[in-house]
């Protein structure tokens, strides 16, 4: 005989399914719903003109990696996808380790202000996130152009005869996204220097430990799930950029997202493009994985 505690709860559960029910139904069909449609369109055979035809093929899988020769039929790896992806994964790791370099110190000097002055500086470094990233784009262009203001001034101060060719190389594309994406660094280190206990670097300094030794020992690890954080929101948005490669590289510097977006466009291989999809969401769920672990063995380490 259930109690009148037992009724109630078991209404509780209902109404509280009833109020979730309407989130749940967008998971599903606007974020699960068209992951499903892709994950079905890599296992068929792309179409003459574009879309697919309903008949199951592996071949999409097959050409992520490998490719045969069109004369001799021969095997061999797709050295032009393998290339894009290689480009990818290093440009963001190099994106992270920059962001990295410049964030930390900016985080710190914010976080050591006065408290007044935090929210200033703060405000500064979100501006340029109220800027539509096409135009922050363009101004990087700007700079490093042949005719742009970086090459002037070399040339006007006598230290080179000719422009360095700067744009559409993968040096371009490192300095576009290590500006665009800078903030994401920066914002989760401060946010984690902000609750330092700075009488920790007091005590080692007081313990006669050199800066290099307060920055490894103590504030360093202190701080690490912010930079861990950081990285990952660098790293990941970096692996699927397609404005900013678009724009620096010209074309000639493809990054996955536009090999991904050439696919779908140009060459109408919906199939291969939708295993290239695949393949990115599969290399962004590694890095989280790896942030996840990185973040619970600090909190086992803290415990």
Not at 11 to 28: G, Q, Y
Not at 217 to 246: D, E, M, N, Q
Not at 255 to 282: D, H
Request: proline letters at 5%.
């Amino acid at each position: 005989m259930t109690t009148l505690a037992e009724t109630r709860a078991r209404a509780t559960r209902k109404a509280r399914a009833l109020l979730l029910a309407p989130a749940m139904a967008i998971l599903v069909f606007a974020a699960s719903g068209p992951l499903i449609i892709v994950v079905i369109y890599s296992f068929l055979t792309p179409g003459d003109y574009g879309g697919v035809e309903w008949e199951f093929s592996l071949k999409a899988w097959f050409n992520v990696v490998a490719e045969r020769d069109f004369f001799t039929d021969e095997l061999r790896f797709a050295d032009a996808h393998l290339s894009v992806f290689w480009r990818s994964i290093k440009l963001s790791i190099l994106t992270a380790i920059l962001a990295f370099i410049f964030g930390f110190p900016t985080a710190y000097f914010i976080a050591t202000r006065p408290k007044k002055q935090r929210d200033i500086w703060m405000l500064l470094i979100m501006i340029p996130f109220w800027t539509n990233l096409l135009i922050r784009t363009f101004a990087i262009m700007e700079l490093i152009r042949n005719q742009g203001t970086v090459n002037t001034a070399l040339i006007g101060m006598g230290l080179i005869d000719e422009p360095i060719q700067m744009l559409f190389t993968e040096f371009s594309l490192l300095l576009g996204m290590t500006y665009v994406y800078l903030p994401l660094m920066i914002l989760p280190i401060y946010a984690s220097m902000e609750r330092l206990d700075f009488s920790l670097v007091e005590a080692g300094y007081d313990l006669y430990a050199s800066r290099l030794k307060v920055l490894t020992k103590i504030i360093f690890p202190l701080v690490k799930p912010g930079v861990v954080a950081g990285s990952i929101l660098v790293f990941v948005p970096c692996l699927g950029a397609y404005v900013t490669p678009r724009v620096l590289g010209g074309g000639k510097q493809l990054m996955l997202g536009n090999l991904i977006e050439l696919q779908f466009g140009q060459l109408r291989n919906w199939p291969l493009g939708a295993a290239l999809s695949l393949s990115l969401l599969a290399i962004v769920m590694v890095a989280l994985l790896f942030y996840v672990r990185a973040v619970s063995r600090e909190g086992e380490s803290n415990v």
